[in-house]
């Protein structure tokens, strides 16, 4: 069982940054792709990024193209999100994910989840 911890959230003018971390709790992180997602108020959970497990290959949603970046750890078991010149419509509570590929990650079909952190941009 991987269990997934999130930090780094909190509210942040608009045009400003913001580091997300992820910190996984087993060793099976290093062979897992990860992804993060979103889920605003009101709104369906949809998704964000994703990294395959080596760090290699990062998909995006076109949302958040040329803003974010997804990287991660595997000596630290530890995933980050970096956004930057954020705006008020990526306000949301923002997940941690994982699973074995990363295509089940870009199709919203992780296996594990975190519990999430809340990301509030004003403008």
């Known amino acids: 069982q991987v269990q997934l911890v999130e930090s780094g959230g909190g509210s942040v003018q608009a045009g400003g940054s913001l580091r997300l971390s992820c910190a996984a709790s087993e060793r099976t992180f290093r062979t897992n792709a990860m992804g993060w997602f979103r889920q605003a108020p009101g709104k369906e959970r949809d998704f964000v990024a994703a990294i395959s497990w080596n760090g290699v290959v990062t998909n995006y949603a076109d949302s958040v193209k040329g803003r974010f970046t997804i990287s991660r750890d595997n000596a630290k078991s530890t995933m980050y999100l970096q956004m930057t010149s954020l705006k008020p419509e990526d306000t949301a509570d923002y997940y941690c994910?994982?699973?074995?590929?990363?295509?089940?990650?870009?199709?919203?079909?992780?296996?594990?989840w975190g519990q999430g952190t809340q990301v509030t941009v004003s403008s």
């Open positions: 994910a994982a699973a074995d590929t990363i295509t089940k990650i870009s199709t919203g079909l992780p296996r594990y």
